[in-house]
């Protein structure tokens, strides 16, 4: 519903292909020798941690799809790892297997506890553990279609958000992402620049919310060039706000110096012929129920829809929000 209505004809190539990126931690060499000798193929690209500070580095940079994290380590514990990513809104939905050589049933619950999706015991059957991090990975993208791209959370995972907040009866708001002119820049530029405003604009987002938002605010990936915030009223003007300020601050830097100075590009438009465009802006519609009730997804994707095209009427970058009392 979310997509259909938002998405549109918005969609960046290269998003259905990819190798999984595997980040297996662990303190002992041979055991990351064999478990990435296990998982080498088309299939994945496995990275290697030696400790959890390193791994909680390469999860911010490499944003892999899951994460095989031993228990015993020192100075910090794959327990504590897995609390700090469960913390983090670009982390808290990879799946997380723990590995340790304790067996009782206390420890696996308490492994459980700090946000773990599997657990296994030492010594491992290689090859088992190769089937659960594939049965992870297809339930990861069947319940959230992460994001190859940005690695944020997608389609159903976002209708998901937003239908827990309504059964909860809580109020809340939703903050429609969308970049203007993103179109007639990856035609000039071409798609591999074009993902990488992508990348900028995820950053820009998520620094937002980590600077203004909370633990349980939530980030999507609709795709292409739409993002989504789930958030509360009190906290999305200045989510939005900074989005903004960040995006506005670095999207000069990802066009060639002659189309800077100029302040736009020239490219084609919707009907194929040849436009002048100026420096990307981005605009942000908050729909909210706090003045009406809104009682399922599809409601929240069809006011989300009808600000962007208001918002998209005002020069430069900006937010709107829905100002109306009833339906």
């Known amino acids: 519903m979310f997509d259909e209505i938002l998405r549109g004809e918005h969609s960046q190539p290269g998003e259905s292909k990819k190798r999984y990126k595997i980040l297996v931690v662990d303190d002992d060499p ?80 308490k492994g459980m506890d700090t946000g773990a999706d599997d657990y296994m015991t030492k010594p491992f059957d290689p090859l088992e553990l190769e089937a659960r991090i594939s049965m992870h990975l297809r339930r990861s993208v069947r319940d959230g279609e992460a994001s190859p791209l940005t690695g944020l959370p997608g389609n159903r995972a976002i209708e998901e958000a937003i239908d827990t907040r309504i059964r909860a009866g809580l109020r809340f708001a939703v903050c429609y992402i969308d970049l203007d002119d993103f179109k007639a820049y990856n035609d000039r530029y071409g798609f591999h620049a074009g993902s990488e405003v992508i990348k900028l604009t995820t950053q820009a987002i998520l620094e937002s919310v980590d600077k203004y938002g909370d633990a349980d605010d939530f980030i999507g990936h609709i795709g292409g060039d739409d993002f989504i915030v789930v958030t509360e009223m009190k ?25 800077r100075e ?14 002048e465009f100026p420096i990307m802006t981005i605009s942000i519609a908050v729909a909210h129920n706090t003045y009406r009730d809104l009682d399922h997804p599809g409601k929240v994707a069809q006011i989300a829809a009808e600000l962007k095209k208001y918002a998209k009427t005002m020069e430069g970058s900006n937010y709107v929000f829905d100002r109306r009392r009833r339906d």
């Not at 041979?30 to 959890?52: C, Q, S």
């Not at 900074?242 to 990802?254: G, H, N």
């Not at 100029?262 to 436009?275: A, Y």
């Open 30 to 109: 041979n055991i990351r020798e064999l478990i990435v000798e296990t998982l080498n193929g088309d299939k994945y690209n496995p990275l290697e941690a030696r400790d959890g500070m390193e791994a909680l580095q390469l999860c911010e940079i490499e944003r892999p799809d899951i994460v095989v994290l031993d228990v015993m380590m020192p100075d910090l514990d794959g327990l504590e790892v897995c609390l700090r990513l469960r913390g983090e809104a670009l982390t808290r939905h990879i799946p997380i297997i723990l590995l340790t050589a304790k067996g009782l049933l206390e420890d696996k619950i």
């Open 235 to 259: 906290r999305a003007p200045l989510i939005s706000q900074e989005i903004i300020r960040i995006f506005d601050a670095r999207i000069p830097e990802c066009y060639e110096p002659e189309d």
């Open 262 to 275: 100029r302040g736009s590009i020239i490219s084609t438009d919707r009907q194929g012929k040849l436009n």
